[in-house]
């Protein structure tokens, strides 16, 4: 098997997004004034299939929603996430069984564990990124 790799410069990132087409919103938020929310309804309009993945809830910005990875069946290309970096390492495990190609750990959010676990099954982690105009580049498709 293939190592992932961490991914850091701009341009692999872009080449990442072009290659995706399916992302899970680990912690998406209901309210509209939350970074996931937004992210996720950004993502939409840039034409990505999202998937929320938020207990207690049912639909999320027209999605399904599911309360946690392991209830995904279908193929996902990527994992945002949007959760507490203390409570990361239960959604990591859940994620190397989803095999997703990627695992972006969203602002604020790294665990050299995490991705030490991940990139050795061969997904590709994103840590500690992105701003709003990172993602204007970024996810210009």
Known sequence: MESGRI???DNEIKEMLEQTKTIAILGLSPK??????MVAKYL????????PVRPGQKEMLGEKAYAFLDDI????DMVDVFRNPAQLMPHVHEALRL???AFWMQLNI???EAAD???????NVVMNRCTKIEYDRLFDR
């Open 117 to 123: 676990l991940l990139t050795a099954a061969g997904i």
């Open 44 to 51: 939409q309009a840039k034409g990505y299939r999202i998937i």
């Open 110 to 112: 790294e665990s050299r």
């Open 7 to 9: 991914i850091t410069a």
């Open 32 to 37: 509209p004034q939350r970074d996931s929310y």
């Open 99 to 101: 095999k997703p190609k």
């Open 73 to 76: 069946k279908e193929p996902v």
